[in-house]
């Protein structure tokens, strides 16, 4: 507390010397204090020194017109104080005359104005302000904004609640001089469990394609999906850590009008050197995509004229990813990023240029216990040490009570797996974390057939569904905390990282993964992916995955006429040897294979015992009842 009554004694000459116009000074004796010691008093007055100053001038010299730098530096100090100054009417209204003052920020200087009276309605000031700017905005600012007509309008609504989801609600643009731009916000449903902002009106403007420029729409809208606990309430979007997204796509809305330029699959817009979206990210550009997770079907627009709407999807970026992409193209920027920054923002991912050796590109992976643990540091979540792997625990201690490990797992790690079958084990988080083949992750290159395909439906599915085990554990978590009161949003919607570890937890929520794992089996009751093990022993000598797909010809006791090794998946390089077995070189039919072992096909034919150990790509053929080696040439996949 040494430095309390030394910064009261500060504020107190900053008052002074402000009261004085001595706003020059009255910054200094402010900026003496360094800036982690502010309170949001001192950070206020700072903030308001800077806006006068830019304005009035010290009380010797005076301005004849405001400076646009200075109001620009108090815009953004007062915008640091943002979460602790949206309900103070003082804060709003110095934000409101701040942007006021600033060239062309008349419709945000309205925005608070609105707040300051609503949170001070008795407020003569608050009124008045308002009043004026709405008087200055309609006899000053030039709307004539390029529309849709009514029939256009009609054509992109329907289009836009067809293809991405209903919009109960609408962000609407006070002021337009150029073009009307509307935000759509879609909520998150069922397939698309996160929200989706899509302009509306960014399409009224045709976009000056140079001739020569093959199958572009001169007209477009963008989009963004957002998490679905990224808040989007009208006091939150007073704080730009939650508006840029929305920002950003009315700025990249606008670019063609007032550059002149146009924008096509594979662009990146950059801000200013130096500049970000928002002080709490680096992300500073974007990239603009087809909205892949929602079909071909939803990239373009028909219009009753003929004419056609384009839409894309906005990807922020690094500045790193944006010269990646200037210095290659745009395919090989997206060959280095994971699929999953392509469909929902994460504002905290990771770099895919500077952090590519970080980033985890193995579709074989299901979850990792570092992103959970990042949400925990980031919220501040007082929670277990091992919060971050407690569901990861549950669905890997079920797999192995329910023989979903593969033969390589079981040999490696025998005394996890008999401690768990036993009983003795029920906490498999510390194993998860620490053990190195493990390594924090759960991935199905551990999992025998049938578990990797559960996973596959339970955990992956249609990329654009959300991980359907991450949601049972969130609906678990709802009836743990029912009553509970959360310090925030962020806080409720990541509950599950707060459930205390214990027998109840495990127990019920495996008796959730014996429910899907049942309907699994009532979906898919023909499936040859998921006949159980037929119990035959491996091969001598053979450590690798052990399945394969064999031709139902051979079940039948026709002889194997023609085999090949293809590379599986990533996914299936857990269970899947890749070997192919079919009664002659033209069985090659999916719908009539099976999955055996490689010791069931063995048995019926001891003479491929020889090939396995060969690589993928390899071929033979039976000739004279002999298998010989083919050169199968495309047909090798490797």
Known sequence: MKGVGNNTRVLEKAELLKSLGEYSGCIRTIESVPEEERSYRMTLLLGWAYSDLAVLGDKDCGRNEPDQELLGKAVSILETVGDQGKE?????????????????????????????????????????????????????????????????????????????????????ELVSPDIHVDICMIPPRRDHDYYTMITMGMGAHEMDVPEGIEDVRRRAEVLINLPRDWRLDEESLQDNRWYWPIRMLKDVARLPVSTGCWLGWGHTVGMDEGERYDESVELCGCILLSPGVFGEDSYRCALPDGDEVEFFQVIPLYQEEIQHKIENDAETLLDIMNDDLLEVIDPLRLNAVTDFDRIDHDDAVMDDGRRHQRIIDRLGLDTEELAAYGHMSIYLEWCIRHEMMNGSFVSRHRDVVESVRSGAMTDLRPFIRNDPDMDGRLTTLHLNRIGSFFTQWYNWGDKSNPYEFIKD??????????????????????????????????????????????????????????????????????????????????????????????????????????????????????????????????????????????????????????????????????
């Open 473 to 638: 554990i969130k609906d678990y978590a709802d009836t743990v905390f029912e009553d509970r009161e959360w310090h925030n949003e962020e806080e409720m919607f990541n509950a599950y990282l707060l459930i205390p570890w214990s027998d109840g937890y495990r127990l019920s929520m495996m008796d959730a993964i014996d429910e899907r794992f049942v309907q699994l089996m009532e979906s898919f009751p023909d499936s040859p992916w998921l006949v159980e093990d037929d119990g035959f022993p491996d091969p001598d000598g053979w450590n690798g995955a052990r399945d394969c797909a064999v031709s139902e010809r051979i079940l039948s006791g026709e002889p194997i006429g023609y085999c090949l090794r293809r590379r599986p998946d990533r996914e299936d390089q857990g269970w899947n040897s890749g070997w192919c077995f079919f009664a002659d070189d033209d069985d090659d039919n999916r719908e009539r294979m099976v999955f055996r072992s490689l010791g069931y096909v063995c048995d019926l034919s001891p003479d491929v015992r020889r090939i396995l150990d060969l690589p993928y790509g390899t071929a033979f053929i039976r000739e004279d009842g002999i298998l010989h080696p083919y050169d199968e040439g495309d047909a090798t996949d490797d």
């Open 88 to 172: 103070d009417p003082i804060w709003n209204a110095r934000m409101c005359y701040a942007l006021w003052m600033t060239d062309g920020r008349e419709a945000d200087a309205l925005e608070y104005a609105m707040i300051w009276k609503e949170l001070d309605p008795n407020s003569e000031d608050a009124r008045k302000q308002e009043v004026t700017i709405r008087r200055y905005i309609d006899e000053n600012v030039v709307q004539n904004p390029e529309m849709y007509d009514e029939a256009q309008w009609d054509a992109v609504e329907d289009h836009i609640a067809e293809h991405f989801g209903d919009f109960p609600n609408v962000f609407h």
